[in-house]
């Protein structure tokens, strides 16, 4: 069963394994310091997989490893995963669309609105 903080989704999700440093506290207290990769990952934040306890509304950063910048984040959801292993969702506490070296449309974008390379090269008559 999926525990959340906020159900609300406000950015295009992409499934991609970005390698990602994960450092902090764990919910114990001791010290958090994990190597892993996302699972999937949107302008806000993204889930990841963790085998360290984590709580909901616990603070993490995130070092995204092939650009070596560095986040602060909240986790905001917990799902049982295989392993020992747990798929948690997190997002960004400021925001940053380009921290995964993506780019995301804007959350007003419609794809109805997008031109096809054919559209471009014949238009109608």
Request: hydrophobic share 35%; glycine share 6%.
């Amino acid at each position: 069963m999926a525990r959340k903080l906020s159900s609300s989704r406000r950015t295009q999700r992409v499934q991609i394994a970005i390698p990602i440093l994960v450092y902090g506290n764990d919910d114990s207290g001791d010290t958090l310091n994990e190597t892993t990769q996302t699972r999937v990952v949107n302008a806000t934040g993204g889930s990841i997989i963790l085998t360290t306890n984590v709580v909901i509304g616990q603070k993490l950063f995130l070092v995204n490893i092939n650009t070596e910048e560095e986040i602060i984040c909240t986790v905001a959801t917990l799902l049982d995963d295989t392993d020992g292993k747990v798929e948690i969702g997190i997002v960004f506490d400021q925001p940053s669309p380009r921290f995964w070296g993506l780019a995301f449309p804007p959350e007003n974008w419609d794809p109805a609105d997008r031109k096809r390379p054919d559209q471009l090269r014949h238009p109608k008559r």
